[in-house]
């Protein structure tokens, strides 16, 4: 039985032949193609809305241009109210080393120095132990232990700086008067660092308070730091036989440093800013000792200590000064320590350049 070939049919291989019948046209293979556009949609605002949007923007433009406007106006103040103590002492204020308010001499050396000596101890103290815990956090500590062991650390910034001090005065002076000051004495008194009688309190307790204070800043800080670095030179480093300790120094804190130095700036400027817990414990004495030991002072302490005491116009202006000097190196502190930190994490050149 034969059957009449199908006019449709077509051979495989031949699927992009167009299809002629007879009851159509052929079509052409170089034919335009008409094709149906997108609707367009016709969004028509409010006027509301529009001035709702101009508001918006130029409140938080505000926002922005208050804070700066904060800021002058701190330095205004400070440098206003102070002027008498400039002109009558001049460059010399900072190297006076007499603080006497009866006779209108004032000196702020002594000041600097504690503040300068105490936050040096607490970084020394605090830096290894902050730097250790982050680096332990990011590279060898168990995923579920992570985020305990930093809420922990985090939540030592929390405490507020008088529960420190109490802190300091009740359960870490007498362990200082009793047990570390006298070892310290035995062992290391040659150095002229850790002699005189053991009070308790004075600059190296005033260092160690700061140091717990520090940590949780510095430790957040080189924790980001650390999570920045790509995971691929890490890959890379073990690929090549290294160790995990190789790998951390080598693709990680080598990478990392600018960042880390940037989180020990900010924890400094934290130090130097710190009032009631060093007032509680470093003694509040105007003198210059290089023994840790003896008590001291500290910018922070005098201000807190002596501006309600001050009546006379240049003696407050004197402490004004003072807390001028805190504000401009706490700002210089904080600027430097936030471009270390922004030239690790979002600058591409020191990475390529670690």
């Known amino acids: 039985m034969s059957t009449s070939p199908n006019p449709d049919f077509r051979p495989l291989g031949h699927f992009n032949t167009p299809v002629s019948s007879a009851h159509s046209e052929p079509v052409r293979q170089d034919s335009p193609v008409a094709v149906s556009h997108a609707p367009t949609i016709h969004l028509h605002a409010s006027k509301a ?12 433009l505000l926002c922005a241009i208050s804070i700066i406007a904060i800021m002058a106006l701190f330095f205004y103040e400070l440098t206003s109210r102070s002027k ?26 002594p000041f600097i120095y504690g503040t300068l000596v105490s936050s040096l101890v607490a970084l020394v103290l605090a830096v290894p132990l902050a730097v250790g815990v982050s680096v332990f956090v990011t590279e060898l500590c168990p995923r579920k232990f992570r985020g305990i062991i930093s809420f922990t650390v985090e939540l030592l910034a929390a405490i507020p700086s008088v529960i420190y001090g109490l802190w300091g005065i009740f359960v870490l002076a007498p362990i200082l008067r009793n047990s570390v000051q006298p070892w310290l004495s035995t062992y290391l008194g040659w150095t002229g660092m850790f002699v005189g009688p053991a009070y308790g309190i004075g600059m190296l307790a005033a260092g160690i308070i700061l140091a717990i204070m520090i940590i949780p800043i510095i430790a957040s800080i080189t924790r980001e730091v650390l999570i920045a670095v790509p995971q691929t030179q890490r890959e890379a480093v073990l690929a090549l036989g290294a160790t995990r300790w190789e790998m951390v120094r080598m693709a990680v804190l080598r990478n990392a440093r600018v960042g880390i130095m940037g989180g020990i700036i900010l924890g400094l400027g934290r130090a130097i800013g710190e009032t009631m817990a060093v007032t509680m414990l470093i003694g509040n004495r105007p003198e210059i000792a290089k023994s840790l030991f003896a008590p001291g002072y500290t910018m922070a302490s005098v201000i807190a200590n002596e501006f309600s005491e001050a009546t006379d116009d240049l003696y407050l202006s004197a402490l004004v000064e003072i807390g001028l000097v805190l504000l401009i190196v706490t700002v210089i502190v904080n600027a ?11 600058g591409h050149s020191v990475r390529a350049n670690a």
């Open 49 to 60: 809305s529009k001035y709702i949007d101009l508001a918006f923007r130029y409140s938080l």
């Open 84 to 109: 008498l103590s400039i002109s009558k002492f001049g460059f010399a204020f900072f190297t006076g080393k007499t603080w006497d308010p009866v006779a209108g001499e004032f000196g702020a050396m």
């Open 336 to 346: 430097c320590a936030r471009l270390l930190v922004w030239s690790i994490t979002r």
